[in-house]
Nanobody, 123 residues
Framework: QVQLVESGGGLVQAGGSLRLSCAAS????????MGWFRQAPGKDRAFVAG????????YYGDSVKGRFTISRDNARKSAYLQMNSLKPEDTAVYYC????????????????WGKGTLVTVSS
């Protein structure tokens, strides 16, 4: 079992930056692909960014390419999401997720989820 805890959310003005963190416990962190997803009010959960087990390959949703950066530190059992040039439409609850065996970045394939952290971007 892997437990994931997100932190770093908050209120920021449009154009600002935030850095989300995801701390993992249990399991072998370096064996899991890690992803960030978000869910805005009234919308389905959507893929934001993903990273391979080693951290060498990153994946991004179209709406965040060039603005967000995902990274991980396997020694610290943590994943991060650096969010720059934030827009009001980035407002959502952001979730960290871990996957052991799956492929692709559909939320259905992710094995473990954190409880989320709220990001609010004001205009």
């Amino acid at each position: 079992q892997v437990q994931l805890v997100e932190s770093g959310g908050g209120l920021v003005q449009a154009g600002g930056s935030l850095r989300l963190s995801c701390a993992a416990s249990g399991g072998t962190f370096s064996s899991y692909r890690m992803g960030w997803f978000r869910q805005a009010p009234g919308k389905d959960r959507a893929f934001v960014a993903g990273i391979s087990m080693s951290g060498g390959i990153q994946y991004y949703g179209d709406s965040v390419k060039g603005r967000f950066t995902i990274s991980r530190d396997n020694a610290r059992k943590s994943a991060y999401l650096q969010m720059n040039s934030l827009k009001p439409e980035d407002t959502a609850v952001y979730y960290c997720a871990a996957d052991l065996y799956g492929s692709g970045w559909n939320s259905d394939v992710m094995d473990y989820w954190g409880k989320g952290t709220l990001v609010t971007v004001s205009s």
